[in-house]
Nanobody, 125 residues
Framework: VQLQASGGGLVQAGGSLRLSCAAS????????MAWFRQAPGKERDFVSF????????YYADSVKGRFTISRDNAKNTVYLQMNSLKPEDTAVYSC???????????????????WGQGTQVTVSS
């Protein structure tokens, strides 16, 4: 699976962005998907997760109520709608894919088998 993230940019605090992650291959619907982010000088942090069926979603506490993850299996794409953006949301956002049935914690990077290249999100105050 190859992942291509897009949709990042520069936005003022309080604004919105929608990230997309397009996946190659015909088995996208069998992969759990997630978004992580990495700010300069910091570790890569979990942002959000969606089960391969779309039946379950999880969010980091810092984005809960502001971000929404979704997927369209017909388009091989996962989305991250980001509203009420804050300067502390500034980071490179990457999407990741995990084969269904992987062991471990979905909050950890080790759970995922494939990574996209990342897209920069910058929120100005």
């Amino acid at each position: 699976v190859q992942l291509q993230a897009s949709g990042g940019g520069l936005v003022q605090a309080g604004g919105s962005l929608r990230l997309s992650c397009a996946a190659s291959g015909r088995t996208f619907s069998s992969y759990d998907m997630a978004w992580f982010r990495q700010a300069p000088g910091k570790e890569r942090d979990f942002v959000s997760f969606i089960r391969h069926t779309g039946s379950s979603t999880y969010y980091a506490d810092s984005v809960k109520g502001r971000f929404t993850i979704s997927r369209d299996n017909a388009k091989n794409t996962v989305y991250l709608q980001m509203n009420s953006l804050k300067p502390e949301d500034t980071a490179v956002y990457s999407c990741a894919a995990a084969r269904w049935g992987n062991s471990g914690s979905l909050y950890n990077t080790a759970y995922y088998n494939y990574w996209g290249q990342g897209t920069q999100v910058t929120v100005s105050s």
